[in-house]
């Protein structure tokens, strides 16, 4: 059974930094596609970046180009998001997906196991 817990999140000041982290239970990680996305209240979730199973792939929405990084540590089972230059339309829950293929993925309903999210909250 699979289990992603992230953290990370918090309360940062517009240009601010944040760095997320999702951590996986299971054998199935090194496996599998990873990504991040986010919900803001009263919209639907949003693609945010995805990585392949070895981290040699990586994708981005157009907004968090060359501000997000993601990255993946399969011998630790966690994927983290370095985010930079935040803005106040970054405030969000952000989530962690785990998909059982190992290509990654930008629509939300190609992945299977979810976290329960982490809340980031950018200030003006």
């Known amino acids: 059974q699979v289990q992603l817990v ?3 999140g918090g309360l940062v000041q517009a240009g601010g930094s944040l760095r997320l982290s999702c951590a996986a239970s299971g054998r199935t990680f090194s496996n599998s596609a990873m990504g991040w996305f986010r ?11 995805a990585i ?8 981005y929405a157009d907004s968090m ?4 990084t993601i990255s ?22 952000y989530y962690c997906g785990q998909r059982s293929r190992g290509t990654l993925s930008p629509a939300p309903r190609d992945y299977d196991y979810w976290g329960q999210g ?6 003006s």
Not at 39 to 49: H, I, L, M, N, T
Not at 65 to 68: A, I, P, Q, V
């Open 6 to 8: 992230e953290s990370g």
């Open 52 to 59: 392949n199973w070895s981290g040699g792939s990586t994708y």
């Open 118 to 123: 982490t809340q980031v909250t950018v200030s």
């Open 72 to 93: 993946r540590d399969n011998a630790k089972n966690t994927v983290h998001l370095q985010m930079n230059s935040l803005k106040p339309e970054d405030t969000a829950v």
């Open 39 to 49: 919900q803001a209240p009263g919209k639907e979730r949003e693609f945010v970046s």
């Open 65 to 68: 180009k060359g501000r997000f």
